[in-house]
T-cell receptor
Framework: EAGVAQSPRYKIIEKRQSVAFWCNPISGHATLYWYQQILGQGPKLLIQFQNNGVVDDSQLPKDRFSAERLKGVDSTLKIQPAKLEDSAVYLC????????????FGSGTQLSVL | AQRVTQPEKLLSVFKGAPVELKCNYSYSGSPELFWYVQYSRQRLQLLLRHISRESIKGFTADLNKGETSFHLKKPFAQEEDSAMYYCALSGPNTGNQFYFGTGTSLTVIP
């Protein structure tokens, strides 16, 4: 089966610039997650979608981060404006239904904010 | 609050030696526990989950509710086991979230 697709693979920007990441989950997967993984740490959930609705965005810095999942399929995560501490790998994952299901991860986008 | 602790950031063992990667958790109720693995230049992927009670690539993990642990074990380590391992927890009390530990980098020395 096709995996979770993410782009771009790498992104380098200067602080205060904006950036967007794209994710295409596995076909038929209702749940989509965006994780932030800072070097040396485990993945931290930013936002979780169930179809096109937000289930949990409690850890999303809403003053600068936004995400959407139009039509319950693809998703984009945006940072505007970026800060130095946003440098991390941004992982997209999907699962068939929810919390007790296996997560399928994308390759991630490595963001460097200079 | 839900939490996953992996006390070892780095672990080195010789090929053929037993390996144990530790994971402790805090959770109110019955959690779902997982081990995810990331090999070099590959994406993060599920290794095993406790509900399946299966052995994958020779690895097993037993959920010990008394000690709130879910340690990953393999009797004879292989070089291809070198990777980053993450313990993860989920359950109805987490709001459908997955909580990940900070990971353990395992190096198997030839």
């Amino acid at each position: 089966e096709a995996g979770v697709a993410q782009s771009p693979r790498y992104k380098i920007i200067e602080k205060r610039q904006s950036v967007a990441f794209w994710c295409n989950p596995i076909s038929g997967h209702a749940t989509l997650y965006w994780y932030q993984q800072i070097l040396g740490q485990g993945p931290k959930l930013l936002i979780q979608f169930q179809n096109n609705g937000v289930v949990d965005d409690s850890q999303l810095p809403k003053d600068r981060f936004s995400a959407e999942r139009l039509k319950g399929v693809d998703s984009t995560l945006k940072i505007q404006p970026a800060k130095l501490e946003d440098s991390a790998v941004y992982l997209c994952a999907s699962s068939l239904t929810g919390w007790n299901e296996k997560l399928f991860f994308g390759s991630g986008t490595q963001l460097s904010v200079l | 609050a839900q939490r996953v602790t992996q006390p070892e950031k780095l672990l080195s063992v010789f090929k053929g030696a037993p390996v144990e990667l530790k994971c402790n958790y805090s959770y109110s109720g019955s959690p779902e526990l997982f081990w995810y693995v990331q090999y070099s230049r590959q994406r993060l992927q599920l290794l095993l989950r406790h509900i399946s009670r299966e052995s994958i690539k020779g690895f097993t993990a037993d959920l010990n509710k008394g000690e709130t642990s879910f340690h990953l074990k393999k009797p004879f380590a292989q070089e291809e086991d070198s990777a980053m391992y993450y313990c993860a927890l989920s359950g109805p009390n987490t709001g459908n979230q997955f909580y990940f530990g900070t990971g353990t980098s395992l190096t198997v020395i030839p």
